[in-house]
């Protein structure tokens, strides 16, 4: 029953943090906020119910460690601070189980966190892919991506031609070849390594070309973030003084990245360890 409850705050206030991210580039602070609070009373609760303090215990040092670490995200410039704290939430609202089924040989936080990264990482890739696609840019965009192909293609080319025959060499040796759980991922790897290199590369051209515009002050809007800001969005003192000064101004937009907790949390529930699939 107390899991179920778990799941329905987290359902809701990570499906409503996903709604307003996609939608508005941006959510209400509360939101976290408003899912830790609930986590901890529903646990508090079960733990008096049940007599087993671990319940609520768990939640405040997991809760706590994954907020740190979207801190440390957040200070070091790669996470918006609304993200770090639905991450925190995430470590209190889930650091166990809270009885649904899960068989694994990792910790279930372990387990939460190997997923989050394997989710975020989907997710970006198909993330972006749709940006470049839906930019607007036409041609013009894969134009320009495709000259920044270009000049990796000779490093690129070079370095998955050593990898392809190391592989090779690999599945020559009889341990391995006749291994599948080895020979699989081995034979796999110089391909999954170019799509690496290639993303990257693509990441990278999205980032400068698409993430980031020169506008107008007048265009300005509470909830945009001026590039040489860590992620925090502009106030709306913050607007007023840079539109009664005028000109132009860089902004960037991250990506959309709430639905992802929303995804990992189902994905742990219901399926469980990415890394063995």
């Not at 040989?105 to 839906?134: C, D, K």
């Not at 270009?150 to 025959?165: E, K, N, Q």
């Amino acid at each position: 029953m107390f899991g179920w409850l778990l799941l329905t705050v987290g359902a809701v206030g990570f499906g409503w943090a996903a709604y307003s991210d996609l939608k508005t580039t941006e959510f209400h602070d509360g939101i976290p906020y408003g899912i830790i609070a609930l986590a901890l009373l529903i646990r508090g609760v079960a733990a008096v119910l049940t007599n087993d303090v671990s319940m609520l215990l768990n939640a405040l040092m997991y809760g706590s460690l994954f907020l740190g670490f979207g801190l440390l995200m957040y200070r070091l410039n790669q996470w918006g601070d609304g993200d770090a704290w639905l991450l925190g939430a995430l470590g209190f609202l889930f650091p166990d189980s809270a009885g649904f089924a899960f068989s694994s040989a990792l910790p279930f936080p372990v387990a939460m966190l190997f997923n989050f990264l394997f989710v975020s990482f989907a997710y970006l890739v198909v993330y972006s892919i749709g940006l470049g696609v839906a930019s607007g840019s036409g041609n013009a965009f894969f134009h320009q991506l495709r000259g920044e192909m270009r000049s990796i293609a000779g490093a690129t080319l070079a370095f998955s031609a050593a990898v392809f025959a190391l592989t090779a060499y690999a599945l020559t040796q009889p341990s391995i070849a006749m291994d599948m759980a080895l020979l699989l991922p081995i034979a796999a790897s110089p391909f999954l390594l170019l799509a690496v290199l290639v993303f990257v590369k693509y990441g990278r051209f999205i980032e400068t070309k698409i993430f980031r515009k020169r506008i107008h002050v007048s265009k300005l809007r509470v909830g945009d973030v001026p590039v040489n800001n860590r992620w925090r969005v502009l106030t709306k003192t913050e607007l007023r003084t840079l539109k009664a000064r005028g000109g132009y101004i860089w902004i960037k937009e991250g990506v959309r990245f709430a639905p992802v907790f929303f995804l990992t949390m189902l994905v742990t529930l219901f399926y469980g360890v990415l890394l063995f699939a």
